[in-house]
T-cell receptor
Framework: DAGITQSPRHKVTETGTPVTLRCHQTENHRYMYWYRQDPGHGLRLIHYSYGVKDTDKGEVSDGYSVSRSKTEDFLLTLESATSSQTSVYFC???????????FGPGTRLLVL | KQEVTQIPAALSVPEGENLVLNCSFTDSAIYNLQWFRQDPGKGLTSLLLIQSSQREQTSGRLNASLDKSSGRSTLYIAASQPGDSATYLCAVLTGTASKLTFGTGTRLQVTL
């Protein structure tokens, strides 16, 4: 795997509060991604990055923002958390000759 | 918009049986196709990756095939074991910004 860590691994927060999730990689991969996984919807792309300070939206980006100031770190921020953002969030990187995607262990977020 | 479908959604087989999981996608302009495994409460682990120019890939008891023109892939698991019990996800990588589109998975249970 690509040495991907996510923090925190679990978080409970209240509606309306901002939340930041962190993804850290050690393989110097160019591409990084944030997904959410929900029953019945599978994995859906929130935002992705194709380099430092280069980011773009995925299919479910509303209510989320991202930042990438270093190759190894990709932050996902929920600007004002809502109950619909309760989910499991996965970070991924893409690299290697075959452009394989590697996933982190996930963050379970509960918004009350 | 790329759509990925996996059939069946769930499958239960006795140990030792050979089995096939199916994946179909709507847009054949893919860069590669990946099969992942996800254990409950865990992240995704890449099993096999097939480039768009390839027809199949093998790893141990796993064999994945790709028919890009018909938009289909299969994952063949030989001599299934209880340790194979997990959810198997298919994902296709499109050329635009290297975005993966996932199916909703097949939940496999291998019984003793």
């Amino acid at each position: 795997d690509a040495g991907i860590t996510q923090s925190p691994r679990h978080k409970v927060t209240e509606t309306g509060t901002p939340v930041t999730l962190r993804c850290h990689q050690t393989e110097n991969h160019r591409y990084m991604y944030w997904y959410r996984q929900d029953p019945g919807h599978g994995l859906r792309l929130i935002h992705y990055s194709y380099g430092v300070k280069d980011t773009d939206k995925g299919e479910v980006s509303d209510g989320y923002s991202v930042s990438r100031s270093k190759t190894e770190d990709f932050l996902l921020t929920l600007e004002s958390a809502t109950s619909s953002q309760t989910s499991v969030y996965f970070c991924a990187t893409q690299g290697g000759v075959e452009e394989t995607q590697y996933f982190g262990p996930g963050t379970r977020l509960l918004v009350l | 918009k790329q759509e990925v479908t996996q059939i069946p959604a769930a499958l239960s087989v006795p140990e030792g049986e050979n089995l096939v999981l199916n994946c179909s996608f709507t847009d054949s302009a893919i860069y590669n196709l990946q099969w992942f495994r996800q254990d409950p409460g865990k992240g995704l682990t890449s099993l096999l990756l097939i480039q768009s120019s390839q027809r199949e890939q093998t790893s141990g008891r796993l064999n994945a095939s790709l028919d890009k023109s018909s938009g289909r892939s299969t994952l063949y698991i030989a001599a299934s074991q209880p340790g194979d019990s997990a959810t198997y996800l298919c994902a296709v990588l499109t050329g635009t910004a290297s975005k993966l589109t996932f199916g909703t998975g097949t939940r496999l249970q291998v019984t003793l």
